[in-house]
């Protein structure tokens, strides 16, 4: 085999690595790749540059997605958009496979935001009613450590922030693809890439500018992602996870009342406080969804564990009066049913997307 052949065949393996998330970084994709093609040892100039994986990337993406990748593609450049509007005051600047256009199974968004203050980072965050995860890692470049500060924020699509001091928005990282300057895009400049590679989504884009106004259903999964990956004491909960035990009670209470969307999103939203405060799991999901959701959602949910008590028949005679005296009482048993019932390990589950989807539908045809 040729040694150009066999660098091709080297940047192909390593694209087919990283569009699968087998692999990450770009320095162990190409050298796994190496040790699978190459019969001998290859040396590191031989190997195929990043910019020839990323090319080889962009096949392996049109190969698997076709026209869905576009699409996507779109998508991901108006939630990033979404997003610096929201972080405005932080000059922010999309960079990465979104804005390049490079995107992969799994890709994520992301945005340099520039300030001295975490904390108000934070704060515009929370104001949002976006869940959030600061990570800071330590990075040593030429014998000189630095820590960079991250936020990780969930959704329809993962963001990764960046932070970096104020005075060093003019001055981009040096991409370690092409050893040039960072592509960036600020607010403006994303605004005409959508509006000139993605007309269809022009009016969105426009939406995307009303200040203050913020996807419900977004928020949702945004709570309901991190469940997966909270397990409970298999004795109560043997069906695995949180959200699969969400998903099943969603999926119970829609069989008895598939168009009651405050009892459904009950179902639903229960429990996404235990992804932040397991201690005290109802009150961090009020104060998660305030705002998000109706005040009966709310009452459901502030209420679903005193049902279980009615339940069991450990409810004190006072307690179950007062539940009794609300007109959301039966919607309240039916929830604690729903959620008793909900802890099989074998049942199948619909996907979050297509609750989404579902609940989405119900908000356009009934309001």
């Not at 108000?120 to 009613?129: C, M, P, Q």
């Not at 990282?173 to 022009?202: D, F």
């Not at 949702?220 to 990956?229: D, G, I, M, Q």
Request: aromatic share 6%; net charge negative; proline share 5%.
């Amino acid at each position: 085999m040729s040694q150009d052949k066999l660098r091709r065949r080297i940047a192909w393996e390593a694209a087919r690595l990283m569009y699968f998330r087998e692999e990450t970084e770009y320095y162990r994709a190409k050298t796994k790749a190496a040790r699978r093609i190459s019969r001998g040892d290859m040396r590191p100039g031989d190997l195929p540059t990043n910019r020839e994986i990323r090319e080889q990337i962009e096949a392996v993406a049109r190969a698997f997605e076709g026209e869905r990748r576009a699409i996507r593609l779109g998508e991901m450049r108006l939630e990033a958009l979404r997003m610096m509007r929201i972080l405005k005051d932080y000059q922010p600047h999309l960079v990465g496979s979104v804005l390049t256009g490079h995107i992969r199974r799994g890709s994520d968004i992301d945005i340099h935001v520039f300030s001295n203050s975490v904390e108000a980072i934070r704060s515009t965050l929370e104001e949002a009613g976006l869940p959030h995860e600061v990570v800071r890692k330590r990075v040593v470049k030429h014998g000189e450590e630095k820590t960079f500060v991250h936020f990780h924020v969930s959704g329809q699509f993962e963001f990764e922030l960046t932070v970096y001091p104020p005075e060093t928005v003019n001055r981009p990282p040096v991409s370690s693809i092409t050893g040039r300057p960072m592509e960036r895009a600020t607010i403006a400049e994303l605004e005409k890439i959508i509006a000139k590679e993605h007309p269809n989504l022009g009016h969105q884009a426009v939406d995307a500018e009303e200040p203050g106004v913020v996807d419900r259903f977004q928020v949702y999964e945004s709570l309901l992602l991190p469940l997966e990956h909270i397990h409970e004491n298999r004795k109560y909960h043997p069906e695995s996870d949180v959200l699969t035990h969400s998903l099943q009670v969603f999926s119970l209470a829609r069989a008895e009342s598939p168009y009651d969307e405050e009892l459904l999103l009950a179902a639903l939203l229960h429990d996404v406080g235990k992804g932040i405060d397991p201690k005290d799991h109802v009150a961090a999901a009020l104060e998660a969804l305030d705002g998000f959701i109706t005040d009966r959602t709310a009452w459901l949910i502030a209420h679903h564990m005193e049902a279980q008590q009615v339940l069991d028949g450990t409810a004190g005679q006072r307690m179950r009066r007062r539940l009794e005296n609300s007109e959301d009482y039966e919607s309240l048993m039916l929830l604690a049913k729903c959620d008793r019932a909900g802890r099989c390990p074998k049942a199948l589950v619909p996907e979050l997307d297509e609750v989404i989807d579902y609940l989405r539908g119900l908000e356009r045809d009934y309001g």
